[in-house]
């Protein structure tokens, strides 16, 4: 989304939400963009610093990981509890 500097100020709390679910706010002053407004999780994971473990948490890291989380189809094995 794109505001333009007064509009922004106007309505910053509308802003800060919008950025806070996910989606960057980029301003813009006579019609050229100077500013993005991004989630801090996303501002720390493009710096490379650390994040609390509650940031972690709340930052979906599966969605950015290639993780393959498939079971494998193998039957399971047979287990003897006589012995």
């Given at each position: 989304?794109?505001?333009?500097?007064?509009?922004?100020?106007?309505?910053?709390?509308?802003?800060?939400?919008?950025?806070?679910?996910?989606?960057?706010?980029?301003?813009?002053?006579?019609?050229?963009?100077?500013?993005?407004?991004?989630?801090?999780?996303?501002?720390?994971?493009?710096?490379?610093?650390?994040?609390?473990?509650?940031?972690y948490l709340r930052a979906d890291a599966s969605a950015e990981a290639d993780l393959d989380i498939a079971r494998a189809p193998?039957?399971?094995?047979?287990?003897?509890?006589?012995?």
């Amino acid at each position: 989304m794109h505001w333009q500097v007064q509009e922004a100020k106007q309505r910053f709390s509308e802003v800060l939400r919008a950025a806070e679910s996910g989606e960057p706010q980029i301003v813009t002053k006579h019609g050229l963009e100077v500013a993005v407004l991004i989630d801090i999780a996303e501002y720390h994971r493009l710096r490379g610093g650390s994040m609390t473990f509650m940031e972690y948490l709340r930052a979906d890291a599966s969605a950015e990981a290639d993780l393959d989380i498939a079971r494998a189809p193998d039957l399971p094995r047979d287990v003897d509890l006589a012995e």
